[in-house]
């Protein structure tokens, strides 16, 4: 039997139980003011119509004005509790997520698009979020004041109280049931829907010119709306099942009136055990109790899609696989040797299946203050080996073993929709600004930095939209030299430059890991961005196919000297 994908994601809540208990318990009194007002209203009105001295009404008038008051200021203090645990819950589950995502393997994440992406940690957060607020709550309400009410007309009448609890297990148990049943292919629906809602609108937004050049524009806005149908069906059909649901809780309502009504007739006239005045309230009563029940199934369905939410959360989360000490390093200020021993690289296969590596029998120490450059033709594996030694990935097989801290620089690295100075930030909370402009003129920036507008305080557009490809990755290795980490894996840093710009990047790289006594590997297409890497690694495969591997290595000069193809290689460019 399969796990309950919401209850492996329920913990990242760290909702304290107290605080749901809290919630309950002031929405028991919510509504059990308004049960209270209900009966006390009935038999007030009931003992009034038969004139007795004003004194003797004086407590149940009390009564009324303060269950009325009551409820709205309880109501009021269980929204003000139930909201603080559930938003609580969602910040959270988002800080306990993105951590999980930081320090375990990219694998569950890096084959989805960035609007599937971004809908997994907004819209599926907060429907897992919603369980706390709009399923848990709500049902341990009804549990309560259910119970409290069947009590109270069991005073009167045992019989009426009898039917009143059936009835509230007929709107209460078999409503909600049918209403999760039915969601179940709703919500699937619906959660899918939604992603590629988000995805495919995301895409347009960020992508359009080249979708209109490429001409795929109109099949983009075809398939989205084609999506967008699907989630107003999904919506349809949950609208439905929520139809059905309030006829039950109507007819059960309905039902209970009308059995305390026959049944209090019946204790009225036969044995005279039920007074007139208490008939009111027996009859009565039932009309406010089911506002406990005509909830639930919302709550069922809200179980239902933050279960839907949970499953696909966890498929972001690290498998149980996954080895219990974390792949990515945390960043320390520890110096020492990363080693790679026989490590394979390369991404898992579609489904669990297992997929041939993409370079195998790599053996590289990354010991403080050296600089190793990775080459080869694309798709070679240079990144996929990066990755690995970085605990992105974890290895096929061997080992990549040391203490130093690592930081993986992707070539597609994020740029946030903030200022420059706290685009800069990310690498290290602490960063000034005068050391911020120190590192920008490092890697070339300076003229661009002071050709902003507000200089570090300027906005740049997410998605780095208002930056060039030169300056983005310029402003990534900026980011990557104020980081803590002690070794740096930078992907392609010569990447959208010209030849001066690049080498001039590369060159500070060096000049930085000399300095600093941190270990900087490239990844680079650029040979003569290698001339001054203490080793160079050309990976190639084999004539017959399979795997890379590491066909020459030596410094650059050397490769130059004995591998004709480097030389070739590298005369293209000059």
Request: one cysteine or more.
């Amino acid at each position: 039997m399969s796990r309950d994908p919401l209850r492996d994601v329920l913990p990242l809540l760290e909702v304290r139980p107290a605080r749901v208990v809290r919630a309950v318990v002031l929405g028991a009194l919510a509504l059990g003011c308004s049960v209270g007002l209900a009966a006390v209203s009935a038999w007030l009105i009931a003992r009034a119509s038969q004139m007795p001295p004003v004194l003797t009404l004086s407590i149940a008038v009390v009564t009324v004005r303060a269950c009325g008051v009551g409820r709205g200021v309880l109501r009021y203090l269980e929204r003000l509790a139930s909201h603080d645990v559930a938003l609580g819950g969602m910040a959270a589950l988002r800080a306990n997520l993105y951590d999980a995502l930081a320090r375990g393997p990219v694998t569950g994440v890096v084959g989805l698009r960035r609007g599937d992406l971004l809908a997994r940690v907004g819209a599926d957060v907060d429907a897992v979020g919603d369980v706390v607020v709009r399923s848990i709550v709500p049902a341990g309400v009804a549990v309560v004041v259910g119970l409290g009410s069947v009590a109270l007309v069991g005073a009167f009448l045992p019989t009426a109280a009898l039917a009143l609890l059936g009835c509230l297990l007929l709107t209460g148990v078999l409503a909600p049931w049918l209403a999760a049943r039915a969601s179940a292919t709703t919500e699937a629906a619906g959660a899918e829907a939604r992603a590629e809602v988000t995805a495919r609108t995301l895409g347009l937004l960020e992508e359009g010119q080249q979708l209109r050049v490429a001409g795929r524009l109109d099949a983009e806005v075809a398939a989205l709306r084609a999506a967008d149908a699907r989630l107003t069906q999904a919506g349809d059909d949950g609208a439905r099942t929520a139809g059905v649901s309030a006829a039950i809780g109507a007819g059960a309502q309905t039902l209970s009136v009308v059995a305390a009504l026959a049944l209090g007739m019946v204790a009225l006239h036969a044995g005279g055990s039920l007074a007139p005045v208490e008939l009111a309230v027996v009859v009565l009563t039932p009309l406010a109790v089911f506002e406990v029940t005509s909830v639930l199934p919302g709550a069922a369905v809200q179980l239902r899609r933050s279960r839907e939410a949970a499953a696909r959360l966890a498929a972001l989360l690290p498998a149980s696989s996954v080895p219990e000490r974390p792949l990515s390093r945390p960043a320390t200020d520890a110096a020492g040797d990363v080693v790679l021993d026989g490590v394979a690289a390369g991404w898992p296969g579609r489904d669990g299946e297992a997929a041939p590596p993409a370079v195998t029998g790599v053996d590289l120490m990354l010991a403080p203050g050296s600089v190793h450059a990775l080459v080869g033709p694309s798709g070679v594996g240079k990144t996929t080996l990066l990755m690995t030694a970085a605990g992105l990935l974890p290895p096929r097989s061997g080992s990549v073993s040391g203490d130093a801290s690592t930081l993986f620089l992707a070539e597609d690295g994020h740029v946030f929709d903030t200022t420059v100075l706290e685009n800069l930030r990310v690498a290290r909370g602490d960063v000034t600004p005068a050391q911020a402009r120190a590192v920008l003129a490092t890697v070339g920036l300076t003229a661009w930095l002071d050709a902003l507008p507000d200089g570090l305080d300027t906005m740049l557009g997410g998605g780095a939209t208002t930056v060039s490809g030169g300056e983005r990755r310029r402003l990534l290795v900026a980011r990557g030299l104020l980081s803590p980490a002690r070794v740096l894996l930078v992907d392609e840093p010569a990447e959208h430059l010209d030849p001066e710009a690049a080498d001039a990047v590369v060159g500070a790289l060096v000049q930085h890991a000399r300095t600093s006594g941190r270990a900087v590997v490239l990844a680079t297409h650029r040979l003569a961005a290698a001339q001054d890497a203490d080793e160079v690694l050309l990976l190639g495969t084999p004539d017959g196919g399979g795997p890379a591997g590491v066909v020459a290595r030596g410094r650059h000069a050397e490769l130059m000297r004995d591998v004709p193809a480097y030389a070739w290689a590298a005369g293209q460019e000059r």
